[in-house]
């Protein structure tokens, strides 16, 4: 029973988070009990402000709750959870602007002790999986929204995380661009056994995925994937 549990990714116990305090107080998210396994497929949706980009940084260990716990069984501590087990893309430009493209694809590698030859071939070959290899030596400045986010979702794939979370990942992108980046996030979570969560208000995105946890107001609903539980 312990090494079944301790498979868990994710375990989140009536979470709550609020901001603020008194009359000014917002509460994003209420008594949110959830569970991400390996292999999950999870799709968060709901409309904007109702707590689930809020959710996806308390789950990365961006954020942390003003009431309930949050552990991290399979994967440590929330200081060894980035760079690596955990990945995460923003909803929005992420890049740091000194860096090339290669180089921010790279730069998780490098931070985790990857040698840098290693880490650059590795960041080439995410960047050519989203047809950004010719992208490589430009800026930042130098891309538009779309292009950003892609390299966003490259150096969080380059990482091969054990759990990858996005949010609203192809609020930037056209339709066609859009689906081929949701085509890749599954494929690369498939090969690598990771956990994918992604949040996001566009049915397309949540019909490639297993479940749906819709959620509103802070609360998630009942989800029904194997392995995959939330309860508000």
Same mark, same amino acid.
């Given at each position: 029973?312990?090494?079944?549990?301790?498979?868990?990714?994710?375990?989140?116990?009536?979470?709550?988070?609020?901001?603020?305090s008194?009359?000014?107080?917002?509460?994003?998210?209420?008594d949110?009990?959830?569970?991400?396994?390996?292999?999950?497929?999870?799709?968060?949706?709901?409309?904007?402000g109702s707590?689930?980009?809020?959710?996806?940084?308390?789950?990365?260990?961006?954020?942390?709750?003003?009431?309930?716990?949050?552990?991290?069984?399979?994967?440590?501590?929330?200081?060894?959870?980035r760079?690596?087990?955990?990945?995460?893309?923003?909803?929005?430009?992420?890049?740091?602007?000194?860096?090339?493209?290669?180089?921010n694809?790279?730069?998780?590698?490098?931070?985790? #002790?990857?040698? /840098?030859?290693? @880490?650059?071939e *590795?960041?080439?070959?995410?960047?050519? =999986? &989203?047809? %950004?290899? $010719?992208?490589?030596?430009?800026?930042?400045?130098?891309l538009?929204? #779309?292009?950003? /986010?892609?390299? @966003?979702?490259? *150096?969080a794939?380059?990482?091969?995380? =054990? &759990?990858? %979370?996005? $949010?609203?990942?192809?609020?930037?992108?056209?339709?066609?661009?859009? #689906?081929?980046?949701?085509?890749?996030?599954?494929?690369?979570?498939?090969?690598?056994?990771?956990? &994918?969560?992604?949040?996001?208000?566009d049915?397309?995105?949540?019909?490639?995925l297993?479940?749906?946890?819709?959620?509103?107001d802070?609360?998630?609903?009942?989800?029904?994937?194997?392995?995959?539980?939330?309860?508000?």
């Open positions: 029973m312990t090494d079944f549990i301790a498979s868990v990714l994710v375990h989140c116990d009536r979470l709550a988070r609020t901001y603020g008194g009359p000014n107080a917002v509460v994003a998210l209420h949110v009990t959830c569970e991400i396994w390996p292999r999950d497929r999870i799709a968060i949706m709901g409309p904007s707590g689930k980009s809020t959710l996806l940084h308390v789950m990365a260990g961006l954020d942390t709750p003003t009431s309930g716990t949050i552990t991290w069984p399979a994967l440590g501590d929330r200081s060894s959870l760079p690596g087990p955990v990945a995460v893309v923003f909803q929005g430009p992420s890049l740091l602007p000194p860096l090339d493209v290669l180089e694809v790279a730069l998780p590698l490098v931070l985790a #002790g990857v040698e /840098q030859g290693e @880490a650059r *590795r960041a080439s070959a995410a960047l050519v =999986r &989203l047809d %950004l290899g $010719d992208l490589d030596a430009k800026l930042p400045e130098e538009s929204g #779309g292009q950003m /986010q892609r390299v @966003a979702i490259a *150096r794939l380059v990482q091969r995380p =054990r &759990l990858l %979370l996005a $949010d609203e990942p192809t609020g930037q992108l056209d339709q066609h661009t859009a #689906g081929h980046v949701v085509e890749v996030l599954v494929e690369v979570a498939a090969e690598t056994g990771a956990a &994918l969560v992604v949040s996001t208000h049915p397309a995105v949540a019909d490639r297993d479940t749906r946890w819709p959620v509103a802070g609360a998630l609903t009942r989800g029904g994937a194997r392995g995959a539980t939330c309860s508000a």
